[in-house]
């Protein structure tokens, strides 16, 4: 991986919506994470997970206005978490269908639950673990939805699942329908919400990667405050 930019521009991007042919025009957030990283520009850099990387576009194009520069403080976290494993891709996924199925409408919680349930025969599966193994974060979030946790258990019953089908269809689906689900539901604190689901993520590949993640140098902390008050973005 390239070494980290640290040195801002003369003019770094704003934050915002969508995608951006030039930083002048702004930046979303893995727009601002390919810069850090010292790639090539793009809202789809190679020094982040594809998973968490779409995670992290919906949340920047879904959060308002007002909150995205709140979330300027989690783009240098994201660089370096990157691995091809599809235990990856189903630990992310566990993780931010269980945060948001208590709060989706009832069709989504179904989405979702389902999402979980295949997350863990993923890992059942990687991990040589007795097949129907549930962690405890699946379980107590499952209790919080009865009704969809039976009706994903009779749909999913019996039915195949492969990695591959997992990685290009149900954990971009699951990504999409939490997010969606979070910025629509009925509640008051949705920017809060879909701040702590990504943040929750990348805690989340943090801890599974570990030791292997090659972030390379940490961005300077003077430098990055530099760069959050040069874009109109918020340090934590």
């Known amino acids: 991986m390239p070494g980290l930019n640290t040195d801002p521009p003369l003019a770094l991007p704003v934050l915002s919506r969508g995608k951006h042919r030039r930083p002048r025009q702004g930046a979303c957030f893995m727009e601002f994470a390919s810069y850090l990283a010292g790639e090539r520009w793009s809202d789809h850099p190679a020094c982040t997970h594809p998973l968490l990387s ?41 993780r931010v269908a269980a945060a948001a199925l208590p709060v989706v409408s009832a069709e989504r919680q179904r989405v979702l639950a389902v999402a979980i349930l295949g997350s863990e025969r993923i890992l059942d599966d990687l991990d040589g673990r007795p097949a129907g193994t549930l962690s405890a974060h699946s379980i107590g979030a499952l209790d919080q939805v009865p009704d969809a946790a039976r009706w994903a258990r009779s749909f999913t019953a019996g ?11 149900a954990g971009p689906t699951a990504i999409r329908t939490a997010v969606t689900g979070i910025a629509e539901a009925c509640v008051r604190d949705t920017d809060r919400r879909l701040h702590d689901l990504l943040a929750a993520a990348v805690d989340e590949c943090r801890a599974w990667i570990g030791a292997d993640a090659q972030p390379g140098e940490p961005v300077d902390a003077a430098q990055w405050s530099q760069a959050c008050q040069i874009t109109g973005t918020a340090t934590p």
């Open 54 to 94: 779409s995670l992290a576009r919906m949340v920047n194009d879904t959060i308002s206005d007002q909150h995205r520069p709140h979330l300027a403080h989690l783009i240098p976290s994201v660089i370096g978490l990157n691995d091809d494993d599809t235990r990856l891709d189903a630990i992310i996924v566990r």
């Open 159 to 169: 039915m195949p699942s492969t990695h591959a089908g997992f990685r290009r269809h």
